[in-house]
């Protein structure tokens, strides 16, 4: 009877101690659990937070350009007559007397807020002088570039100073329809 009763208490230990094994295994599958949710939770939150900061930047972005979009939508809005004023002023400014020579638009397209128009402006005086007109006609502050220079040197029968001219083959953008 103590065979028997030592079998018994050998399988009830060995019942205990598997239970028990299987209760820490429990415990730690549950602890597992617990720390994958918090790292979830985690990552959830930072990515809650980076989304609420992106979108802090782009307002506080949006409020501080405020003005500069302001001047660069009243840019895009540039008639004919300022343009033509604007390079007027060129030759003012540099002390030379400008002709305005050929003025093409390109094709309409009555869909585009802006349309192209092409100019020929020439200007004669001292070597200095053109090349001045021709760097204040590559930076007037409308939207506009200039395609082509051309420097030559005007033959002089007298002796008077030397003159040069320039040609200058620019395009500009306005928001009149100059179409003919």
């Known amino acids: 009877m103590t065979k028997a009763r030592t079998s018994i208490v050998s399988w009830i230990t060995l019942l205990a101690a598997v239970s028990l094994w299987g209760a820490v295994g ?17 990552v959830d939150t930072e990515a809650a937070d980076a989304r609420q900061a992106a979108n802090l930047r782009l307002h506080a972005t949006a409020r ?9 939508e009243n840019i895009g809005t ?8 604007a390079i007027d002023a060129v030759g003012k400014d540099a002390g030379v007397k400008l002709t305005l020579g050929q003025s ?4 309409p397209d009555n869909k ?6 092409d100019f020929v402006v020439e200007a004669n005086g001292s070597f200095e ?15 506009s570039a200039v395609d082509q220079f051309q420097f030559g040197q005007i033959p002089n ?6 003159l040069w001219r320039v040609v200058v083959h620019m395009h ?5 329809d100059v179409s003919i």
């Open 26 to 42: 429990f415990f730690a599958w549950t602890l597992m659990g617990t720390f994958d949710a918090r790292a979830a939770a985690s």
């Open 104 to 107: 093409l638009s390109a094709a």
């Open 78 to 85: 540039v008639g004919i007559v300022a343009v033509v004023d």
């Open 64 to 72: 501080d350009t405020k003005d500069a979009r302001a001047a660069l």
């Open 157 to 162: 029968t007298d002796k008077g100073p030397v």
């Open 129 to 143: 002088t053109v090349v001045h007109v021709a760097k204040l006609l590559s930076l007037l502050p409308i939207p």
């Open 112 to 117: 585009a807020p802006l349309h192209s128009v």
């Open 172 to 176: 500009a953008l306005t928001s009149s």
